[in-house]
């Protein structure tokens, strides 16, 4: 049973354009939502994180917009540059502190030039 | 920064071999996990670790795995009898637990079974 699903499996976008990539989830237990982003041969980073009682939250270049009733969660990124060419996953935590990620199954985002 | 450091790299062993990957998590993080993710694939939980012992496992972490803290620092991850399917990328983390949980993730340890 996929916990969260993500889309698209890939995305190309021009430089400078809106990146935006969905997740899904089920399991209401869970209270904490990160994207993390992934370059070849490294580990995945936190990129922004959000809980489920807010419905936005902006870092930067980089907003996850939430909506607990549709138990969706997406992230935006705003003015694509090359440099976030890379696999963005969503996951999410089960609400315990011993709890697990769930990981979407990613997306792999080129921007061109 | 703090980061989570990983050792080694990467690891090739035959099948049938005994490997330890290793892993410093964040001094202040009480939370250790170890995760893996096959080429190409999404990252998948292996188990978690708190306070000296397990606290929950996938199914994926069968009789063949096994976890250790054996100082105040390492955070080991033993596989007894390497199989092929356990190629892969293994992730360890740590995390400051709730509220912001903190989730690090180390560079990883690409092992390849042959």
């Given at each position: 049973?996929q ?19 969905n ?35 902006k ?24 440099g ?28 061109w030039? | 920064e ?10 090739v ?17 009480l ?46 991850l033993?596989?007894?009898s ?31 079974v042959?």
């Amino acid at each position: 049973q996929q916990q969260v699903k993500q889309s698209p499996q890939s995305l190309i976008v021009q430089k400078g354009g809106i990146s935006i990539i969905n997740c899904a989830y089920e399991n209401t237990a869970f209270d904490y939502f990160p994207w993390y982003q992934q370059f070849p041969g490294k580990g995945p980073a936190l990129l922004i994180a959000i809980r489920p009682d807010v419905s936005e939250k902006k870092e930067g270049r980089f907003t996850i917009s939430f909506n607990k009733s549709a138990k969706q969660f997406s992230l935006h990124i705003m003015d694509s540059q090359p440099g976030d060419s890379a696999t963005y996953f969503c996951a999410a935590h089960r609400g315990s502190t011993l709890g697990r990620l769930y990981f979407g199954r990613g997306t792999q985002l080129t921007v061109w030039p | 920064e703090p980061e989570v450091t990983q050792t080694p790299s990467h690891q090739v062993t035959q099948m049938g071999q005994e490997v330890i990957l290793r892993c410093v998590p964040i001094s202040n993080h009480l939370y250790f996990y170890w995760y893996r993710q096959i080429l190409g694939q999404k990252v998948e939980f292996l188990v978690s670790f708190y306070n000296n012992e397990i606290s929950e496992k996938s199914e994926i972490f069968d009789d063949q795995f096994s976890v250790e803290r054996p100082d105040g620092s390492n955070f080991t991850l033993k596989i007894r009898s390497t199989k092929l399917e356990d190629s892969a990328m293994y992730f360890c983390a740590s995390s400051t637990g709730w509220p912001n949980y903190g989730y690090t993730f180390g560079s990883g340890t690409r092992l390849t079974v042959v």
